[in-house]
């Protein structure tokens, strides 16, 4: 007996940098997922539980779509796979300052059988409303059974109607997580995110594209909790780049990570990084599992 109980999973999909990872977050009404300007941040499916008395929707933020280039790509497709053939209700965003033909590359391939919510976010950065308003129009004309809503996910625009639209678009069923759970991951794994995060915010070029964060220890103390983490980078010159004079980055990087980390554990943290070099991870399959990307 599901009493009207309504439960289901609702994917986000899209191109990178579309704003997939600042809407999950926008959704669940909290910091869960990391997001910087730079592409192919979100390297991994991750599930964002939200639990309300009537209902239970399991988002889960997926990388985003792209032509794989090494094993990393190809694994973070599958995690694009595997969102595909759980979704009770696709969200597919598309930055609506990039051209169509971007988001028919994406979605056509997908071939989405389930009920789309087609979000076109970016708003914020069109000043003339008419513009947005003929685009919407456009989309619609193109997508006759997508619902098509115009957004800023990052300003917060036009967001208070996302939620009642997947409401009505979600099975109803019992829930699948107990209603106090927030993640399918653990607290290791966003502590390893919020370093990557950092990562991304802080070096330029390759260097966010090559790293990886393995964390080594996580010691719950009784006035704080301890953290080692190592950082894999491909290259010598990647290291020496990553530690800066006389360490001057890596530190940056530690205060910026045990900053996020405090706040997400709502605990103080010691943090120590060290930087390893591991020639050629992103194609190497055991260390590609040894640093989660399964
Ligand atoms: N101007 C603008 N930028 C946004 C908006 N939503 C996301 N962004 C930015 O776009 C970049 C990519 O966002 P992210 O959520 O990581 O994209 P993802 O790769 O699709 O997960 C970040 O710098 C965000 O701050 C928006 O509504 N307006
Ligand atoms: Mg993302």
């Known amino acids: 007996m599901s009493n009207g109980f309504k439960s289901g999973f609702v994917n ?34 991750i599930l964002g539980i939200f639990s309300e008395p009537g209902y239970q929707i399991v988002f889960s933020d997926t990388p985003g779509i792209i032509e794989p280039k090494y094993k990393l790509h190809r694994k973070m497709m599958d995690q694009v796979k595997s969102a595909l053939e759980d979704a009770d209700v696709a969200i597919v965003v598309h930055d609506i300052n990039r051209p169509k033909e971007e988001l028919e590359a994406i979605t056509d391939p997908l071939r989405l059988k389930v009920p789309v919510i087609l979000l076109l976010n970016k708003t914020d950065v069109i000043k003339d409303k008419s513009t947005i308003e003929g685009l919407v129009k456009q989309y619609q004309e193109k997508y006759p059974n997508w619902e098509v809503l115009p957004i800023s996910a990052r300003k917060e625009e036009n967001t208070k109607r996302i939620m009642p639209l997947i409401l009505e678009r979600l099975p109803e069923g019992e829930a699948f997580y107990p209603d106090d759970s927030i993640s399918d991951r653990n607290e290791r794994f966003f502590v390893a995110e919020l370093i990557r995060e950092q990562i991304y915010n802080l070096y330029e070029e390759e260097i966010p594209y090559h790293a990886a964060v393995l964390i080594q220890a996580f010691e719950e103390k009784t006035t704080l909790t301890v953290i080692k983490a190592d950082i ?63």
């Open 12 to 45: 986000i999909f899209g191109a990178p940098n579309a704003g997939k990872s600042t809407l999950l977050n926008l959704l669940l009404g909290e910091r869960l997922v990391i997001t910087s300007p730079k592409v192919q941040t979100t390297r991994h499916r």
């Open 232 to 294: 894999i980078v491909s290259r010598e010159t990647q290291k020496i780049i990553l530690l800066g004079k006389g360490g001057s980055m890596i530190k940056q990087l530690g205060i910026r990570a045990r900053q996020a980390m405090e706040e997400f554990l709502q605990r103080k943290v010691h943090l120590e990084l060290f930087v390893k070099v591991r020639p050629k991870w992103r194609d190497n399959e055991n260390y590609l599992r040894e640093y989660g990307y399964n």
